[in-house]
RNA sequence: GCCCCCAUCGUCUAGUGGCCUAGGACACCACCCUUUCAAGGUGGCGGCACGGGUUCGAAUCCCGUUGGGGGUGCCA
């Protein structure tokens, strides 16, 4: 039936279903998936969640998970994509130097295969060649008033030629696809059309390839996104016309965006290369991409969805996921990207913080405050803005934001606390530069004002002013840790501007 | 147009005829804690699209309607 045996992977096993019985480690219950992106510029991340569910599948199995490149369209195909095809499935934990990982191939490689079955299926008269132009298809289909190929050529006996395309004979009856996702799916054959295998200049067409491909590849299992199912009863009966028993279907449901749309390049961000700039961690993105359409067992006992990939490999089965399409939501991305970032050891954070600071600024200074920036962080590039303040140009005063100004110098006191206290902590001896003796030092300062006659002042109130004269916001790392790493030099200056402000401030109000 | 799929809080989901007064997570709100923010704690808001069946009993089964999505290429 094959052109060749099958001589790559760990699998011996036939493309016929593999026997029921036999254990979990015996080479006969391993299955065979596949991944067959077609090559564009980036990586869908719709692409990425059905990876995962296929690699998690195929290594339950003690199997193989085969990455095959669908080149055939030449027109529109780089070779440099298929790297950065790679390097997102590495990214994602689903490398090519693992034992379940197999390939690239490449369709394109395979047209002999191709051919050759097209052949068979012509030869058996299961297909046969039409020398109808798609112009004038459409004409006859407008002329007749129905949509579609009417069959025109079934039984004209046209030999092969130039320009002539070679059409599936759709037999009469039904086609049923059991599909592990969503049960029988029934298709009425009368209402799909004979469809090409062949085009006109003698290549297949997608529909031809991939059968023949997971064939030739001992695919056992085609697990894929919803939007192939119509195409599934036309690939189903070619492999019967082939003479091969169909793999397991599984159709898993499309991401969709806020407007509940199939995610597009043009108005989502769909690429996974982006979210990893963005510095989203990949194990976060696998976890959030692996509760799409899914829940993992024991989420709800254990009150989250934050689950590590080994768990979640282990407990993922095709019979539980949702059929209804999902909402790619980044709110709740970058919740589990933020729990993740809390979960990194110590020095691991440090690293992967560090690299996002710009090249001429000191990495031991951030070292000190970065440990505080770690529980607030929602992904990694928010790491240079968060901390700009402590980087800026000898002489170079922060920017200040103009609402967190309001409402930091709107109390009365503000303006004679931020004084007393900025001639305080110049007398502070240099030794007790320090956050905790910047913090003493700013209670025994506040003790003397009162927020309101009668109410007492508390810390969170009596530091906000100090917080905008030295950072310029209202929001950012523990104030005292800051000043501390700030310097009493650039300290005690930034208060001396924003004192300055405020005095003009006030005398034009 | 035709074919196919889908329908539980704003979102992702649990739920496979009685355990459902429908559970969890994210988001949102409030309070507590607090050195701002975050984290943590407590509480709150909020949903079975609609109409018919079947059944002693329906979020769960059936039919229909409505709504959404996908496909309908000599793209993949």
Redesign the pocket.
């Known amino acids: 039936m094959r052109a060749e045996p099958v001589a790559f992977g760990v699998v011996t096993s036939s493309p016929t279903a593999p026997s029921p019985s036999g254990s979990a480690s015996d080479p006969a219950d391993a299955r065979r998936f596949r991944f067959?992106?077609?090559p564009t510029g980036f990586f869908h991340v719709g692409g990425a969640r059905t990876a995962l569910f296929n690699w998690a599948l195929a290594r339950q199995s003690a199997g193989t998970l085969v990455l095959r490149i669908?080149?055939?369209?030449e027109a529109?195909n780089r070779p440099e994509w298929i790297d950065g095809i790679i390097d997102a499935l590495t990214w994602i934990g689903i490398s090519s130097d693992d034992p379940h990982f197999e390939g690239p191939h490449f369709?394109s490689a395979n047209a002999g295969a191709h051919l050759g079955a097209a052949q068979r299926l012509y030869e058996s008269g299961a297909a046969y060649y039409c020398d109808?132009?798609?112009d004038e298809?459409q004409a006859r289909a407008k002329e007749l008033g129905i949509?579609?190929?009417d069959g025109y050529s079934r039984d004209r006996g046209l030999e092969p030629a130039p320009?002539r395309?070679l059409r599936f004979r759709v037999p009469d009856g039904e086609t049923v696809v059991d599909d592990a996702v969503?049960?029988e799916?029934?298709?009425?054959n009368s209402?799909i059309?004979d469809?090409?295998l062949l085009?006109?200049?003698g290549?297949p067409?997608?529909?031809l390839?991939?059968v023949v491909d997971d064939a030739e590849m001992g695919i056992t299992d085609v697990v894929r996104a919803?939007?192939?199912?119509?195409?599934t009863p036309k690939q189903q009966m070619l492999w019967e016309a082939l003479g091969l028993s169909t793999p397991r279907w599984g159709h898993v449901?499309?991401l969709?965006n806020?407007?509940?749309?199939?995610l597009s390049k043009r108005r989502d961000q769909v690429a996974l290369e982006s979210y990893r700039d963005d510095g989203i961690l990949a194990d976060a993105m696998v976890n959030y991409l692996m509760?799409?359409?899914?829940?993992p067992p024991g989420?709800?006992e254990a009150?989250?969805?934050i689950m590590g990939w080994p768990e979640m490999e282990a407990a993922f089965r095709l019979?539980?996921v949702?059929?209804?399409?999902?909402?790619f939501?980044v709110?709740?991305l970058?919740?589990?990207n933020?729990?993740y970032i809390?979960e990194m050891p110590a020095d691991e954070y440090l690293a992967r913080a560090s690299a996002e600071l710009p090249a001429d600024w000191d990495r031991e200074r951030f070292a000190q405050i970065a440990p505080?920036l770690q529980?607030?962080l929602e992904r990694f590039s928010d790491v240079p803005e968060s901390v700009d303040f402590l980087f800026l140009p000898d002489g170079v005063d922060p920017a200040i934001d103009e609402a967190s100004w309001r409402k930091a110098t709107s109390p009365e006191w503000a303006g004679p606390l931020l004084g007393q206290l900025r001639e305080t902590y110049a007398d502070l001896a240099d030794g007790a530069w320090t956050?905790?003796d910047l913090?003493s030092t700013m209670e025994r300062v506040m003790s003397s004002y009162e927020e309101k006659p009668g109410k007492e002042l508390?810390?969170?109130k009596a530091?906000?002013f100090c917080?905008v004269a030295v950072t310029g916001r209202?929001?950012?790392?523990?104030?005292?840790?800051s000043l501390e790493v700030l310097g009493r030099e650039a300290t005690l200056s930034r208060i001396d501007r924003a004192l300055t402000l405020l005095d003009h401030s006030e005398r034009q109000d």
């Open positions: 067959a992106p077609s669908e080149d055939t369209d529109r369709q109808l132009s798609p298809v949509t579609g190929y320009g395309v969503r049960g799916v029934r298709f009425d209402t059309e469809f090409v085009r006109g200049n290549t067409v997608f529909l390839a991939n919803e939007e192939h199912l119509p195409n449901p499309v969709v806020e407007q509940r749309k199939k509760t799409l359409g899914w829940t989420a709800e009150g989250s969805e019979e539980d949702n059929t209804s399409p999902a909402f939501d709110k709740k970058v919740a589990f933020k729990a809390r505080h529980e607030r956050a905790d913090k508390k810390l969170g530091q906000a917080r209202s929001v950012g790392p523990p104030l005292f840790e």
